[in-house]
């Protein structure tokens, strides 16, 4: 199996997750905080397609979906364009609201569908292109895409934790 491989795999993985977790949710259930502080499922599920259209967006040269698809707008977010949810307060937490689930799985949709494109085109060699020099050592194309794809599954699984919660109360 080659390391691309892998990575369609476990990009895809998340895609499943993503549906799973948002399914058959309405609005009122999407936006459950356990806590003040906490994350909602809205959140988490937006946040990490955030953070995946925008690390691989930058790291392949493509416009973010969120921008080139609409998304920007179709969400209507009080928020900043390039906003990914990173550092956000709880405040800016509270600002990622959706009418449906829908709106979620189709903006991951179309940012999975991006990624995988990408992915299918990756030789061995890639991987090691640097992608960020602001850190020390620089970040590779490598790195970067296991970063990403470790934070996705992170937040998908924490998201699944407040279904969880949800469907046990």
């Given at each position: 199996?080659?390391?691309?491989?892998?990575?369609?795999?476990?990009?895809?993985?998340?895609?499943?997750?993503?549906?799973?977790?948002?399914?058959?949710?309405?609005?009122?259930?999407?936006?459950?905080?356990?806590?003040?502080?906490?994350?909602?499922?809205?959140?988490l599920v937006w946040h990490?397609?955030?953070?995946?259209?925008?690390?691989?967006?930058?790291?392949?040269?493509?416009?973010?979906?969120?921008?080139?698809?609409?998304?920007?707008?179709?969400?209507?977010?009080?928020?900043?364009?390039?906003?990914?949810?990173?550092?956000?307060?709880?405040?800016?937490?509270?600002?990622?609201?959706?009418?449906?689930?829908?709106?979620?799985?189709?903006?991951?949709?179309?940012?999975?569908?991006?990624?995988?494109?990408?992915?299918?085109?990756?030789?061995?060699?890639?991987?090691?292109?640097i992608v960020d020099e602001?850190w020390e050592p620089p970040?590779?194309?490598?790195?970067?895409?296991?970063?990403?794809?470790?934070?996705?599954?992170?937040?998908?699984?924490?998201?699944?934790?407040?279904?969880?919660?949800?469907?046990?109360?």
């Amino acid at each position: 199996m080659h390391a691309k491989d892998i990575l369609i795999d476990g990009f895809s993985r998340i895609q499943e997750e993503v549906h799973a977790t948002v399914e058959g949710l309405g609005p009122d259930d999407l936006h459950v905080r356990p806590g003040p502080d906490a994350n909602s499922i809205a959140w988490l599920v937006w946040h990490l397609t955030r953070v995946q259209d925008d690390h691989i967006a930058d790291a392949f040269g493509f416009d973010q979906v969120w921008i080139a698809q609409g998304f920007q707008k179709t969400f209507g977010l009080d928020l900043p364009r390039h906003d990914t949810g990173y550092g956000h307060t709880a405040a800016k937490v509270a600002k990622v609201r959706v009418d449906s689930g829908d709106l979620l799985t189709g903006y991951y949709d179309a940012v999975h569908a991006q990624t995988l494109g990408a992915l299918r085109e990756l030789a061995a060699k890639d991987l090691e292109r640097i992608v960020d020099e602001r850190w020390e050592p620089p970040v590779s194309l490598g790195v970067r895409l296991v970063s990403v794809l470790s934070d996705d599954l992170q937040h998908i699984g924490q998201a699944a934790y407040v279904r969880g919660l949800l469907q046990s109360a």
